[in-house]
């Protein structure tokens, strides 16, 4: 049955356990479906089954219509890069001020885009022959230079000639000129072209005419002191202008071919100066013209675009939800006569009255005269699992839900997380100093939240935001555990009295408490400052953070084992109380149980008992007498009763649970092969037959498969024990890894450039110390001490009893859909 655990009107709130849950059947009205379906989306608290499964997008009722919004969509795409093209930003409106309807926005839209469309071809069009008439009137004045130059240069030729006439001619010149020179008759009149050529193509382009026409050309280049706009890309080049002089057909054909094929815009230049002055007066009137229409045209596209922008959001949300709401109605099945269609799906159980008050009302708003029937289902499906979270909860959801959804209503792990996690984490990064630097942090993401959300952040600063309160609550416990650690920065100090002990030497540095005197009552809170800077500091903190993690790691192990009982206990599963909760708390606590009460009384009794002896030879020599290493009277027997236990709870967990199911499975199918017996009809019990053979074969217990899954689990939970206990010295090894970095920065940066007497050299010092600290012990450490106390939940907490293999209430809300688009 779907409908387990408590009902009610109202939510329960309660993370322990996920909301009861309901399969509905939903009846609508074929006149109302779009309204109801957009009612339901508001509310958000059903998730719809698709009932048309096996059919394709294309063969759904409502194909057409998201067609048509897909339509929209793509226009409204359309116009968003034409905005952001113009730098025109879309304007935050009220979702819910204008009532446009369906298809008139789909009117609107086209009607605006063939607008839209055709003031960019126009654009277009005279934006190219503006840059055309720019271009060629850079032509003109570089030609115009070189024709003047070359003029001046022939009559200076002429001149030299004329001095020199000897009749005889020069074997370094040209066939063509000295044909010229000695026949003038032959002369040939020379044909010209000008224009713009790449300048990173402008040596090829010179190579290749010259052998192309076996050197018969006069090439003069010159580059352009600014790119300038291409006509056809539309973007900045530099170019170089160039005149060809050639002579012949032949010899043209070719100079336009490779002007072709290297995007050489080719202009017209006339060769008379007067003519040349008027091609100039009216390419300069033309350019004047055209950018006067440019202008206006340019006003008149942000013009519409503007007014795009003032309703873009709106058109924008109108047209997803329209689309949402198709994609949905595609996921009901429609009624053999039409006039109906009918809806299944998930829903909380206190969503019921909310659910039924959105039917009531979209029947109202639709006028339809018939109502929708809404009705809960009995199933055996898993129903969704559905926490209720808050902005502080909802991140330590999500650390639970990355390793895997729960099981509909199974123990969340969630709860203990938000303590648990953030102490793990603080147990490995304990400093107060660091502590308040990530709090100092986390304050400016919460205090600035509601202007952080309509932000646009970077992957790294939403990833920040998103866990900003997992980061206040492990800076916290940072402070925390750094008052107890009595570390600032790697400096203590005397924060809550005097030390207990004073030096007997003044060096202050015996590696043994002989060099102490304890001249006072013992230090209130945390570690004595005296420890710090003492040989004796690394042997303590060693031993103190190695037996303090030995037990925050048989503590929570416990905490895991205690909430599969009360899973045991929701479910009504007898077996795994009897056969798996009681076993397992047994063996874990006959053996790391017992380590964690002697490592407790030792430090009240202030024995030197070795505990690495006591806990070897308690399994290899069980009855030989403990000596000094005895914690308490009766010491002996109780090790020889625990270990007699952990050996008894091994078969325990094995044996009675796979053995103890079989007879279950057989009591259950026990009844249905008596009733095989009773078939008057031969076919009927044919076919019950075959009906019960299936459900048979469906349901067939394999008892060396549940033997050999029982024995996998009994070993994993045996080896878990000892390998979940040694990986939490990781608290310990993290923890002094902190301590000892932040040492080395304090003494052997920041101190050391101090005693130099040097300001610059200090200067340099504290600008080391600081960018070691934020790199190393504020982000690096930070994360590191982050992935391991997510490790120790994942692996070691919430394999004791959570098995995550739930998936999550994802309801058809019109908000969630927001939230995607954000």
């Known amino acids: 049955m779907a409908r387990r655990g408590g009902g009610g009107c109202c939510p329960s709130m309660d993370l322990m356990r996920s909301e009861a849950m309901q399969l509905v059947q939903v009846i609508i009205p074929a006149e109302s479906a779009h309204l109801t379906v957009s009612y339901l989306g508001d509310l958000g608290l059903l998730q719809f089954k698709d009932l048309n499964a096996e059919k394709s997008p294309f063969q759904r009722t409502y194909a057409a219509q998201i067609k048509r919004c897909s339509e929209m969509a793509r226009k409204l795409r359309f116009f968003k890069e034409q905005m952001s093209k113009a730098d025109i930003s879309a304007s935050p409106t009220q979702l819910n001020e204008t009532h446009l309807e369906f298809d008139d926005l789909e009117i609107k839209l086209g009607e605006l885009e063939a607008e839209l469309t055709e003031v960019n071809a126009n654009n277009e069009k005279l934006q190219r022959t503006y840059n055309e008439l720019l271009e060629y009137n850079t032509v003109l004045q570089k030609a ?33 000129e000295q044909e010229m020179s000695t026949d003038p008759s032959k002369q040939v009149k020379l044909g010209s072209l000008s224009g713009l050529v790449p300048k990173e193509k402008a040596m090829a382009f010179e190579r290749i005419l ?45 100079i336009l071919k490779i002007c072709d094929a290297f995007n050489a815009n080719r202009y017209p230049f006339p060769e008379d100066v007067n003519k040349q002055l008027h091609a100039v007066q009216e390419v300069s009137g033309r350019i004047s ?11 008149h596209r942000d013009s519409i675009l503007k007014s795009i922008a003032s309703d873009f959001e709106q058109w924008n949300h109108l047209a997803k939800r329209e689309k949402a709401i198709y994609h949905t109605l595609n996921m009901l099945s429609v009624d053999v006569t039409k006039k109906c269609l009918v809806a299944e799906g998930w829903s909380p159980v206190f969503a019921s009255i909310q659910i039924q008050d959105a039917l009531q009302r979209a029947t109202i708003d639709s006028k339809s005269q018939v109502g929708s029937i809404f009705q809960v289902l009995n ?14 909860t909802s991140s330590f959801q999500e650390i639970v839900d990355a390793y895997g959804v729960a099981k509909y209503q199974e123990a969340n792990p969630g709860v203990f997380t938000i303590v648990t996690f953030p102490f793990l984490f603080a147990v490995m990064f304990g400093d107060w100093g660091h502590g308040i630097c990530l709090l100092l ?87 004595d400052p005296v420890w710090h800077g003492s040989r004796s500091e690394l042997p303590f903190l060693n031993s103190l953070k190695m037996k303090m993690s030995i037990l925050l790691g048989v503590a929570q ?40 009460l002697l490592i407790i009384v030792k430090w009240c009794t202030g024995s030197k008992a070795d505990l690495y002896h006591v806990m070897i030879y308690m399994f290899l020599s069980p009855t030989d007498d403990l000596g000094e290493n005895q914690l308490f009277s009766g010491q002996k027997t109780v090790q020889l009763v625990l270990l007699l236990l952990a050996l008894v709870s091994v078969p325990w967990m094995l044996i009675p649970k796979p053995i103890l199911l079989k007879k279950q499975h057989e009591r259950r199918h026990q009844g249905h092969q008596y009733a095989m017996l009773q078939g008057a009809d031969e076919s009927v019990g044919a076919e019950l037959g075959e009906h019960h053979d299936e459900s048979h074969d469906h349901e067939e217990f394999e008892f060396s498969e549940v033997f050999v899954h029982q024995l996998i689990h009994t070993i994993e939970f045996v080896l878990g024990a000892v390998s979940n206990t040694a990986s939490y010295l990781r608290l310990w090894a993290l923890s002094l ?44 450490e930070t994360l590191s001490a982050f992935l391991h106390a997510l490790r120790l939940h994942w692996v070691e907490f ?17 908000a969630l859909i927001r939230e995607e688009e954000d």
């Open 798 to 814: 919430q394999n004791k009893f959570y098995e995550g293999d739930g998936y999550k209430f994802a309801p058809f809300s019109f």
């Open 144 to 176: 115009g230079e070189f024709f003047y130059s070359a003029q001046r240069s022939a009559a200076a030729q002429q001149r030299e000639i004329e001095a020199n006439q000897s009749g005889q001619t020069s074997l370094e010149s040209p066939l063509l």
């Open 210 to 254: 010259f052998r192309a026409t076996r050197g018969n050309i006069f090439l003069r280049q010159e580059p352009i002191d600014e790119p300038v706009t291409d006509p056809v890309s539309g973007e900045k080049v530099a170019k170089n202008a160039f005149v060809i002089f050639y002579s012949g057909e032949r010899a043209k054909a070719k």
């Open 737 to 780: 890894a902190h301590s000892e970095l932040s040492t080395v920065f304090y003494e052997k940066v920041l101190m050391l450039t101090w005693r130099m007497n040097s300001i610059p050299v200090f200067i340099a010092g504290v600008i080391v110390f600081i960018f070691a600290t934020i790199g190393v012990l504020l982000v690096m």
């Open 441 to 527: 942090a986390t304050l400016y993401l919460i205090i600035r939240e509601k202007k952080l959300a309509s932000q646009k952040l970077d992957d790294i600063m939403e990833m920040m935001f998103g866990g900003r309160y997992v980061i206040l609550m492990m800076s916290l416990f940072s402070i925390y555990t750094g008052l107890i650690y009595n570390e600032f920065f790697s400096v203590p100090f005397e924060l809550f009295g005097k030390s207990a002990y004073a030096c007997r030497d003044p060096s202050c540095r015996d590696s043994t408490t002989d060099g102490l005197v304890k001249v006072r009552g013992t230090y209130p809170f945390g570690v």
């Open 379 to 392: 199933t055996k499906e898993s129903p969704p699992t559905y926490f209720q979270t808050n902005k502080f």
């Open 557 to 596: 192990m416990n905490l895991g084992i205690v909430m599969s009982y009360f899973n045991a206990k929701f479910f009504r599963n007898s077996l795994n109380v009897w056969y798996q909760f009681i076993p397992q708390l047994i063996f874990l606590n006959s053996l790391f149980g017992y380590l964690s």
């Open 289 to 299: 013209e055209l950018k006067a229409t440019i202008d206006m045209g340019l006003a």
